[in-house]
DNA sequence: CTCTGGCACTCGACTGTAGCGAGTGCCAGT
DNA sequence: ACTGGCACTCGCTACAGTCGAGTGCCAGAG
């Protein structure tokens, strides 16, 4: 495990030619390029250390060294400092943010933001529900027998649902039942609903049970199960750049994941207190993304983290560069949450 | 132009088992493939003349032919009858589509039907909301100065936005706000709605005169400007499904263009009154797609069409088939609409 | 006039061989 | 511990040769 300062230099070498060059490089180029001080035959004998430890390896015999899996994680961990954006960039991402309406605006800018900047696809999750606080719930009579449940959490992100109601309720007792939800349902946060809504059935009028039943039970619907965590995709051309070198050439089990909700969710989703993650090919659990690397972090107003984004890209990228893209935008994207 | 029956059948049989099998077909195996009751020599001829014609061609001498979009154009428009759909995929269709809560749900499994029973990239506008008529329009007071608004649509399409008052407002004036709005809205169909709009202004109280032109300019942008029309997308890896050979080679261009709303929208919004439309490789308007084709088409409740749906594909693909599917698909989600 | 069988021809796909050169591993020398 | 030198490996490219699918054309039969 003796890996003194100099092979790390080299490895750091290897990996960011290769990541320039997406070719494997051989020990004369990487003394021509970097100034190691040392002979290109002193660098093959430490390469050939970092290969018996399985940082790097060769595709064929007499080709250069590429790195591997283990090797970009080393390089992350302690090889790479993160570069700071330039002030162009950082301005370029205040306005471009800046001029959102919506929530839904500032989720699409943002993977779009993202997806530009680090040239490869980009994952938004929108602010969880479970994570946010009710605002207002609205009901808004379609018909005697339909509400339209409107649900608006503080994160500004709005979900309605329609509810088809047992029997004819009048317009008045709407007023009421709304009056009723929101009393109770308001400022708490939406995973620790569940209990409240079942009391609400006990606590109104009889005459309404019924409607509440209903209406209680499309609240958990919406809230908790179902539709939940809604996601927004792009940048997914830029997964056909590298010309089929990344990915052993072939799109199809990378798109193929990233039409799954479910696994883009557990990609981004799995917010810990850890503020960013880099997953490195095999380290991924999807075994569709073992060829591919993930860069997220959680987001939210202040500390509060509401929920995930990141980038999916080739193992082969510019982690430096991507990790502090990934970590601004995220920074942004919460002053703006919480300015509103 | 003299193109006889026993040519066209030679352009049917071309097309057919190039689809299949992505191969350029030479005389002898169609001969043998194919019932046509003359030999090889006779169907070379008859290449010759489809050739001159324009409707295949070769990829180099001394290969078999393969058909041209002009080919395709011609089997499309004569040769190739519309095979309808097994009882069993009808009841798929059925069952898949009825288990739907919702307009997004609907839309969402619309779209993942699509590309699974073609196997290609499927495309679905949400119903037009300048084609929908104003079911409710809802204003929920958050603060003094802020009103969420939100449209619901005849189609079930529910849209929200926030309004920044100028002023604060007292909640009795937004009963009357939201009153004197439906009066003038509902049952309208919102492409219509702009000049009753401007009207709401003049008529309504004088000290209400500010919220209210601020609340109707937030109501024309979010009707009529921004946002209105909304996409959804799903298949995109059964791009990656031919090998590479079609695209010639490249996704880039196709996922860029799947990327861009608008172009998603020229591609199955132009919804005419004819009931179907097939777009082959050059026939495409847009530059990245002149190596696909697009077969659309309308859909909604009744006669009304409020949105398009349709697929995307190599123009190598099963022509007869993807338009079956497309056209019951859209048929059963406009009896679905037209149900509720 | 239409169809057919035959034949020469074309040209891409595949195979085998050879030379080149980037890159390596090892070793002896400083 | 580092370096220069050297033999070796092996993928890549170029080139020649073969094979065969598929064609176009033509003369002859129906």
Redesign the interface.
């Known amino acids: 495990m003796g890996l003194d300062d100099r092979k790390l230099a080299v490895l750091r070498a290897i990996v960011e030619d290769y990541v320039a060059t997406q070719e494997p490089v051989g020990s004369k180029a990487l003394v021509e390029r970097h100034q190691l001080g040392v002979s290109p035959a002193t660098v093959r004998n430490d390469m050939a250390v970092l290969e018996e430890e399985g940082y790097i390896r060769q595709p064929h015999t007499s080709a250069g060294r590429v790195p591997t899996d283990r090797g970009y994680r080393l390089f992350v961990d302690r090889l790479s400092r993160v570069k700071p954006l330039s002030p162009a960039e950082r301005r370029a991402i205040e306005r471009f943010l800046a001029g959102a309406?919506?929530l839904?605006d500032v989720v699409h800018r943002t993977v779009r933001l993202l997806a530009q900047l680090t040239r490869q696809v980009a994952v938004v999750q929108y602010p969880s529900l479970a994570r946010s606080r009710v605002?207002?719930l609205?009901l808004?009579p379609?018909s005697t027998t339909r509400l339209?449940l409107?649900v608006?959490a503080d994160t500004?992100r709005?979900e309605?649902?329609?509810v088809e109601l047992p029997a004819p309720v009048h317009a008045d007792d709407v007023i009421d039942l709304r009056r009723t939800v929101n009393e109770k349902l308001v400022g708490i946060q939406l995973s620790e609903t569940p209990p409240l809504v079942q009391a609400l059935i006990d606590e109104c009028a009889t005459h309404l049970r019924g409607a509440m039943t209903t209406l209680s039970t499309v609240l958990l619907e919406t809230l908790v199960e179902r539709?939940e965590e809604r996601i927004a995709l792009?940048?997914?051309?830029n997964?056909?750049?590298g010309g089929?070198l990344d990915f052993q050439g072939?799109?199809?089990p990378i798109?193929?994941a990233?039409?799954e909700e479910v696994v883009l969710l557990k990609l981004i989703g799995e917010v810990e207190p850890s503020t960013l993650r880099v997953r490195i090919g095999d380290e991924n659990e999807i075994d569709n993304l073992r060829a591919a690397s993930v860069v997220s972090t959680g987001y939210g107003p202040g500390a509060v983290i509401v929920g995930g984004m990141g980038v999916l890209g080739p193992t082969r990228m510019d982690y430096p560069g991507t990790i502090a893209t990934v970590r601004a935008v995220a920074r942004y994207v919460g002053e703006l949450l919480a300015q509103n």
Chains 1, 2 share one sequence.
Do not use: P
Not at 234 to 237: D, F, S
């Open positions: 309406v919506d839904d605002r207002h609205e808004v379609i339209m409107v608006i500004g709005v309605q649902r329609l539709h792009a940048g997914t051309a997964l056909a750049r089929l072939s799109l199809r798109l193929e990233l039409e």
